[in-house]
Protein backbone atom coordinates (compact mmCIF):
# COMPACT_ATOMS: atom_id res chain seq x y z
CA UNK A 1 0.00 0.00 0.00
CA UNK A 2 1.42 3.49 -1.10
CA UNK A 3 1.09 6.37 1.59
CA UNK A 4 2.86 9.04 -0.64
CA UNK A 5 6.51 8.50 0.22
CA UNK A 6 6.11 5.90 2.14
CA UNK A 7 4.85 1.89 1.31
CA UNK A 8 3.31 -0.40 3.51
CA UNK A 9 4.26 -3.99 3.71
CA UNK A 10 1.98 -6.53 5.27
CA UNK A 11 2.69 -10.43 5.64
CA UNK A 12 0.26 -12.87 7.30
CA UNK A 13 0.36 -16.62 8.28
CA UNK A 14 0.31 -19.34 10.46
CA UNK A 15 3.99 -19.52 11.84
CA UNK A 16 5.91 -17.93 8.70
CA UNK A 17 4.21 -14.80 7.58
CA UNK A 18 4.12 -14.23 4.06
CA UNK A 19 3.22 -11.16 1.92
CA UNK A 20 -0.84 -10.61 1.96
CA UNK A 21 -2.28 -10.91 -1.13
CA UNK A 22 -3.54 -8.62 -3.54
CA UNK A 23 -7.25 -8.87 -2.35
CA UNK A 24 -6.08 -8.40 1.04
CA UNK A 25 -3.84 -5.43 0.70
CA UNK A 26 -7.29 -3.88 -1.44
CA UNK A 27 -9.77 -4.47 1.16
CA UNK A 28 -7.33 -2.95 4.17
CA UNK A 29 -8.70 0.28 5.05
CA UNK A 30 -6.81 1.06 7.91
CA UNK A 31 -3.56 0.11 10.26
CA UNK A 32 -3.06 0.97 13.94
CA UNK A 33 -0.55 0.04 15.57
CA UNK A 34 0.89 0.60 19.17
CA UNK A 35 4.15 0.74 20.59
CA UNK A 36 4.44 1.17 24.52
CA UNK A 37 6.16 0.14 27.27
CA UNK A 38 4.71 -2.81 28.18
CA UNK A 39 3.45 -4.85 25.43
CA UNK A 40 2.38 -3.47 21.90
CA UNK A 41 -0.56 -4.30 20.21
CA UNK A 42 -2.23 -4.08 16.41
CA UNK A 43 -5.27 -3.49 14.54
CA UNK A 44 -6.58 -4.10 11.05
CA UNK A 45 -9.74 -3.25 9.61
CA UNK A 46 -10.56 -4.46 6.23
CA UNK A 47 -13.97 -3.92 3.77
CA UNK A 48 -16.03 -7.18 3.12
CA UNK A 49 -18.30 -7.44 0.76
CA UNK A 50 -20.62 -10.07 0.11
CA UNK A 51 -18.52 -11.56 -2.73
CA UNK A 52 -15.18 -10.67 -1.80
CA UNK A 53 -11.84 -13.30 -1.52
CA UNK A 54 -12.32 -12.38 2.63
CA UNK A 55 -15.73 -13.32 2.91
CA UNK A 56 -15.93 -16.16 0.40
CA UNK A 57 -12.82 -18.13 1.23
CA UNK A 58 -9.92 -16.70 3.63
CA UNK A 59 -12.68 -15.96 6.46
CA UNK A 60 -13.71 -19.14 6.47
CA UNK A 61 -10.87 -20.97 5.76
CA UNK A 62 -8.86 -19.62 9.30
CA UNK A 63 -6.80 -17.27 7.27
CA UNK A 64 -7.22 -14.58 9.95
CA UNK A 65 -7.71 -17.36 12.66
CA UNK A 66 -6.56 -16.04 16.23
CA UNK A 67 -3.37 -17.60 18.22
CA UNK A 68 -2.24 -19.01 15.09
CA UNK A 69 -2.25 -16.72 12.24
CA UNK A 70 1.12 -14.49 12.74
CA UNK A 71 0.97 -10.71 11.27
CA UNK A 72 4.29 -8.59 10.08
CA UNK A 73 4.06 -5.03 9.47
CA UNK A 74 6.76 -2.85 8.08
CA UNK A 75 6.91 0.38 6.61
CA UNK A 76 9.50 1.77 4.03
CA UNK A 77 10.21 5.35 4.40
CA UNK A 78 12.82 7.13 1.66
CA UNK A 79 14.03 3.54 1.38
CA UNK A 80 14.33 2.83 5.08
CA UNK A 81 12.60 -0.41 6.09
CA UNK A 82 10.89 -0.40 9.51
CA UNK A 83 9.48 -3.41 11.56
CA UNK A 84 6.45 -1.59 13.18
CA UNK A 85 4.76 -5.15 14.40
CA UNK A 86 5.36 -8.89 14.96
CA UNK A 87 2.85 -10.71 16.39
CA UNK A 88 -0.20 -12.70 16.53
CA UNK A 89 -3.50 -12.37 16.08
CA UNK A 90 -6.10 -12.34 19.01
CA UNK A 91 -9.31 -11.86 18.45
CA UNK A 92 -11.33 -10.78 15.09
CA UNK A 93 -14.89 -8.83 14.82
CA UNK A 94 -16.94 -9.08 11.80
CA UNK A 95 -19.49 -5.98 11.29
CA UNK A 96 -22.26 -6.86 8.46
CA UNK A 97 -23.76 -3.17 7.19
CA UNK A 98 -27.09 -2.82 5.57
CA UNK A 99 -25.57 0.14 3.53
CA UNK A 100 -23.43 -1.58 0.39
CA UNK A 101 -19.81 -1.29 1.17
CA UNK A 102 -20.35 -1.35 4.80
CA UNK A 103 -19.44 -3.97 6.34
CA UNK A 104 -15.91 -4.13 7.64
CA UNK A 105 -14.26 -7.04 9.55
CA UNK A 106 -11.41 -6.09 12.41
CA UNK A 107 -8.64 -8.42 13.49
CA UNK A 108 -7.00 -7.36 16.62
CA UNK A 109 -3.49 -8.89 17.63
CA UNK A 110 -0.35 -8.51 20.15
CA UNK A 111 3.09 -8.16 20.10
CA UNK A 112 5.08 -12.01 20.18
CA UNK A 113 4.56 -11.82 23.93
CA UNK A 114 1.11 -12.70 24.09
CA UNK A 115 2.79 -16.41 22.75
CA UNK A 116 4.45 -16.46 26.48
CA UNK A 117 1.20 -16.02 27.82
CA UNK A 118 -0.57 -18.62 27.32
CA UNK A 119 -0.12 -21.98 28.94
CA UNK A 120 1.32 -22.15 32.48
CA UNK A 121 3.99 -24.15 33.89
CA UNK A 122 5.69 -25.67 37.32
CA UNK A 123 9.46 -25.57 36.47
CA UNK A 124 12.41 -25.56 39.19
CA UNK A 125 15.44 -23.52 38.53
CA UNK A 126 17.58 -24.41 41.63
CA UNK A 127 20.53 -22.46 42.28
CA UNK A 128 20.38 -19.74 38.81
CA UNK A 129 20.65 -16.54 39.01
CA UNK A 130 17.69 -14.06 37.72
CA UNK A 131 19.21 -13.64 34.68
CA UNK A 132 19.95 -17.12 33.85
CA UNK A 133 16.15 -17.88 34.91
CA UNK A 134 14.82 -15.62 31.87
CA UNK A 135 17.25 -16.92 29.87
CA UNK A 136 15.90 -20.89 30.54
CA UNK A 137 12.20 -19.26 30.22
CA UNK A 138 12.74 -17.54 26.73
CA UNK A 139 14.46 -20.50 25.34
CA UNK A 140 11.90 -22.08 23.40
CA UNK A 141 10.52 -18.74 21.74
CA UNK A 142 13.75 -19.18 19.74
CA UNK A 143 11.46 -20.50 16.86
CA UNK A 144 9.39 -17.46 16.93
CA UNK A 145 12.76 -15.66 15.92
CA UNK A 146 12.95 -14.03 19.75
CA UNK A 147 16.45 -12.90 20.21
CA UNK A 148 17.24 -12.52 24.08
CA UNK A 149 18.88 -9.43 25.12
CA UNK A 150 19.44 -9.81 29.30
CA UNK A 151 21.54 -7.29 31.27
CA UNK A 152 22.21 -9.21 34.58
CA UNK A 153 20.97 -7.35 37.60
CA UNK A 154 23.75 -5.37 39.07
CA UNK A 155 23.02 -7.41 42.72
CA UNK A 156 22.75 -11.08 42.05
CA UNK A 157 21.40 -13.29 44.60
CA UNK A 158 21.12 -17.28 44.53
CA UNK A 159 20.00 -19.04 47.22
CA UNK A 160 21.14 -22.38 47.69
CA UNK A 161 19.24 -25.69 46.86
CA UNK A 162 19.86 -26.87 50.35
CA UNK A 163 17.51 -23.87 52.08
CA UNK A 164 15.17 -23.32 49.18
CA UNK A 165 14.78 -24.04 45.30
CA UNK A 166 12.77 -21.10 43.71
CA UNK A 167 10.32 -22.53 41.38
CA UNK A 168 8.32 -21.14 38.32
CA UNK A 169 4.86 -22.31 39.99
CA UNK A 170 1.88 -21.83 37.94
CA UNK A 171 2.49 -18.89 35.95
CA UNK A 172 3.31 -18.38 32.15
CA UNK A 173 6.67 -17.11 30.89
CA UNK A 174 5.49 -14.16 30.88
CA UNK A 175 3.91 -13.56 34.29
CA UNK A 176 7.32 -15.19 35.72
CA UNK A 177 9.56 -12.90 33.77
CA UNK A 178 8.13 -9.46 34.74
CA UNK A 179 7.90 -10.95 38.48
CA UNK A 180 11.66 -11.15 38.41
CA UNK A 181 12.03 -8.15 36.55
CA UNK A 182 10.07 -6.23 38.72
CA UNK A 183 12.22 -7.05 41.74
CA UNK A 184 15.04 -5.63 40.37
CA UNK A 185 13.75 -2.77 38.84
CA UNK A 186 14.22 -4.10 35.10
CA UNK A 187 11.35 -3.80 32.46
CA UNK A 188 10.75 -6.90 29.70
CA UNK A 189 9.06 -6.00 26.61
CA UNK A 190 9.54 -7.71 23.29
CA UNK A 191 10.74 -5.35 20.67
CA UNK A 192 10.64 -6.42 17.08
CA UNK A 193 13.24 -6.39 14.18
CA UNK A 194 15.19 -5.17 13.06
CA UNK A 195 14.60 -7.88 10.15
CA UNK A 196 11.03 -9.32 9.24
CA UNK A 197 10.52 -12.21 11.40
CA UNK A 198 13.37 -11.47 14.25
CA UNK A 199 12.46 -9.58 17.43
CA UNK A 200 14.52 -8.74 20.62
CA UNK A 201 13.37 -9.62 23.95
CA UNK A 202 14.58 -6.97 26.20
CA UNK A 203 15.67 -7.73 30.04
CA UNK A 204 16.90 -4.90 31.92
CA UNK A 205 17.03 -1.26 33.00
CA UNK A 206 14.16 1.33 31.65
CA UNK A 207 16.97 2.99 29.40
CA UNK A 208 16.18 4.88 26.38
CA UNK A 209 18.18 5.19 23.29
CA UNK A 210 20.81 8.17 24.31
CA UNK A 211 20.59 9.69 20.49
CA UNK A 212 17.78 12.18 19.66
CA UNK A 213 15.60 11.93 16.83
CA UNK A 214 14.34 15.17 14.57
CA UNK A 215 12.92 17.51 17.19
CA UNK A 216 9.02 17.99 16.98
CA UNK A 217 8.29 21.83 16.66
CA UNK A 218 4.82 23.27 17.32
CA UNK A 219 3.89 27.00 16.92
CA UNK A 220 7.23 27.87 14.21
CA UNK A 221 5.12 28.50 10.93
CA UNK A 222 6.68 27.08 8.41
CA UNK A 223 8.78 24.80 10.57
CA UNK A 224 6.11 23.20 12.23
CA UNK A 225 5.82 19.38 11.94
CA UNK A 226 2.90 19.08 14.59
CA UNK A 227 -0.28 18.66 14.62
CA UNK A 228 -1.34 19.25 17.70
CA UNK A 229 1.04 19.41 21.48
CA UNK A 230 -0.28 19.63 24.98
CA UNK A 231 2.07 19.03 28.41
CA UNK A 232 0.90 18.61 32.02
CA UNK A 233 2.82 18.84 35.39
CA UNK A 234 1.68 16.89 38.00
CA UNK A 235 2.99 17.96 41.54
CA UNK A 236 2.17 15.03 43.37
CA UNK A 237 3.93 12.08 41.01
CA UNK A 238 6.95 12.83 43.15
CA UNK A 239 7.97 10.91 46.37
CA UNK A 240 10.74 10.20 48.73
CA UNK A 241 10.48 6.57 50.01
CA UNK A 242 11.80 5.48 53.50
CA UNK A 243 13.59 2.39 53.59
CA UNK A 244 14.31 0.53 57.22
CA UNK A 245 17.49 -1.32 57.65
CA UNK A 246 19.25 -2.81 61.61
CA UNK A 247 22.28 -2.18 62.66
CA UNK A 248 25.04 -4.41 61.54
CA UNK A 249 25.94 -4.31 65.16
CA UNK A 250 22.87 -5.06 66.92
CA UNK A 251 20.74 -6.09 64.64
CA UNK A 252 17.83 -4.78 66.47
CA UNK A 253 18.23 -0.69 66.39
CA UNK A 254 16.13 0.82 63.00
CA UNK A 255 18.09 2.96 61.03
CA UNK A 256 15.40 4.68 57.97
CA UNK A 257 17.18 5.51 54.77
CA UNK A 258 15.51 8.01 53.01
CA UNK A 259 15.75 8.18 49.06
CA UNK A 260 15.45 10.84 46.90
CA UNK A 261 12.95 10.79 43.70
CA UNK A 262 15.84 10.70 41.18
CA UNK A 263 16.26 7.67 38.49
CA UNK A 264 19.74 6.16 38.28
CA UNK A 265 19.53 5.18 34.83
CA UNK A 266 17.10 7.92 32.74
CA UNK A 267 19.67 11.04 33.20
CA UNK A 268 17.72 14.29 34.27
CA UNK A 269 16.68 16.47 31.29
CA UNK A 270 14.87 19.43 33.42
CA UNK A 271 16.79 22.48 34.50
CA UNK A 272 14.55 22.70 37.35
CA UNK A 273 13.37 19.12 39.07
CA UNK A 274 10.04 19.07 40.46
CA UNK A 275 10.09 18.18 44.18
CA UNK A 276 8.71 15.77 45.82
CA UNK A 277 5.36 15.85 47.73
CA UNK A 278 4.77 12.74 48.84
CA UNK A 279 6.89 10.81 51.55
CA UNK A 280 5.71 6.91 52.27
CA UNK A 281 7.56 3.99 53.97
CA UNK A 282 8.68 0.82 52.42
CA UNK A 283 6.94 -2.34 54.48
CA UNK A 284 9.15 -5.18 55.56
CA UNK A 285 12.79 -3.97 54.47
CA UNK A 286 14.21 -4.39 58.07
CA UNK A 287 13.78 -8.67 57.53
CA UNK A 288 15.18 -8.62 54.11
CA UNK A 289 19.10 -10.20 54.11
CA UNK A 290 21.46 -7.07 53.28
CA UNK A 291 22.04 -8.41 49.88
CA UNK A 292 17.63 -8.74 48.76
CA UNK A 293 17.49 -5.40 51.19
CA UNK A 294 20.11 -3.62 48.87
CA UNK A 295 18.04 -5.33 45.43
CA UNK A 296 15.02 -3.75 46.81
CA UNK A 297 16.50 0.07 47.09
CA UNK A 298 17.74 -0.44 43.64
CA UNK A 299 14.70 -1.01 42.24
CA UNK A 300 13.48 2.25 43.96
CA UNK A 301 16.14 3.74 42.55
CA UNK A 302 15.23 2.62 38.56
CA UNK A 303 11.72 3.13 38.32
CA UNK A 304 11.06 6.50 39.73
CA UNK A 305 8.25 8.42 38.19
CA UNK A 306 8.50 11.84 36.12
CA UNK A 307 6.28 15.03 36.67
CA UNK A 308 5.74 16.55 32.95
CA UNK A 309 4.27 14.12 30.34
CA UNK A 310 3.10 15.52 27.05
CA UNK A 311 0.97 14.21 24.37
CA UNK A 312 0.87 14.90 20.67
CA UNK A 313 -0.27 14.16 17.16
CA UNK A 314 2.16 14.67 13.91
CA UNK A 315 2.60 13.75 10.38
CA UNK A 316 4.57 11.01 9.70
CA UNK A 317 5.05 11.78 5.54
CA UNK A 318 5.51 15.67 6.89
CA UNK A 319 7.80 14.97 9.84
CA UNK A 320 9.63 12.34 7.43
CA UNK A 321 10.27 9.58 9.39
CA UNK A 322 8.60 7.78 12.38
CA UNK A 323 8.78 8.77 15.44
CA UNK A 324 10.27 5.98 17.99
CA UNK A 325 9.59 4.61 21.45
CA UNK A 326 12.06 3.98 24.26
CA UNK A 327 14.20 7.43 22.59
CA UNK A 328 14.70 10.80 23.14
CA UNK A 329 13.54 13.76 20.58
CA UNK A 330 13.75 17.35 21.16
CA UNK A 331 10.77 19.65 21.34
CA UNK A 332 10.96 23.39 19.85
CA UNK A 333 8.05 26.20 20.10
CA UNK A 334 6.42 25.16 23.32
CA UNK A 335 8.24 28.22 25.24
CA UNK A 336 11.44 28.48 27.50
CA UNK A 337 9.27 26.25 30.59
CA UNK A 338 8.73 22.95 28.21
CA UNK A 339 11.15 23.33 25.56
CA UNK A 340 13.47 20.93 25.31
CA UNK A 341 14.82 16.94 25.55
CA UNK A 342 11.98 14.20 26.44
CA UNK A 343 11.18 10.55 26.47
CA UNK A 344 8.96 9.07 24.16
CA UNK A 345 7.26 6.58 25.90
CA UNK A 346 4.51 5.27 23.96
CA UNK A 347 3.68 5.88 19.86
CA UNK A 348 0.66 4.69 18.36
CA UNK A 349 0.69 4.42 14.38
CA UNK A 350 -2.53 5.02 12.35
CA UNK A 351 -2.12 4.61 8.34
CA UNK A 352 -4.44 4.82 6.40
CA UNK A 353 -4.68 5.09 1.98
CA UNK A 354 -2.85 8.12 1.64
CA UNK A 355 -2.06 9.31 4.82
CA UNK A 356 0.46 8.32 8.08
CA UNK A 357 -0.11 9.97 11.43
CA UNK A 358 1.10 9.17 14.57
CA UNK A 359 -0.09 9.87 18.23
CA UNK A 360 3.04 9.99 20.89
CA UNK A 361 3.27 10.31 24.78
CA UNK A 362 6.47 12.25 26.48
CA UNK A 363 7.34 12.42 29.48
CA UNK A 364 10.29 14.19 32.13
CA UNK A 365 11.00 15.21 35.30
CA UNK A 366 11.27 18.89 35.55
CA UNK A 367 10.70 22.53 33.78
CA UNK A 368 13.34 24.69 31.66
CA UNK A 369 15.79 22.47 29.19
CA UNK A 370 18.73 21.31 30.49
CA UNK A 371 20.51 21.70 27.05
CA UNK A 372 21.45 24.87 25.57
CA UNK A 373 19.97 23.98 21.87
CA UNK A 374 17.81 21.46 20.72
CA UNK A 375 18.96 20.72 17.48
CA UNK A 376 16.15 20.72 14.79
Do not use: W
Amino acid sequence: MLLGNAILTLLIGPAVPVPAPLPVIEALQSVQVTSARDRSGFQLRFAMGKRSLLQLALLPAGYFDPVVTRVVIMVTISGIPQVLMDGFVTRQELAPSNTPGESTLTVTGEDLSVAMDIVEKVLPLPAMPDAAKVAVCLAPYAALGVVPMIIPPIITTVQSPTSRIETQALKTDLAYIKELATRNGYVFFIQPGPLPGQSIGYFGPDISVPLPQRSLSVNMDAFTNVESLSFSLDGLAKKIRIFTVLDPATRRIPIPIPLPNVSAVKPPLGLRPTPPAKVEFHNGGARLAPDEAARDILSFLMNNSTAISGSGTLDVLRYGQALRARTLVGVRGAGLAYDGLYYVDSVTHDIKKGQYKQNFSLSRDGLIANTPVVIP
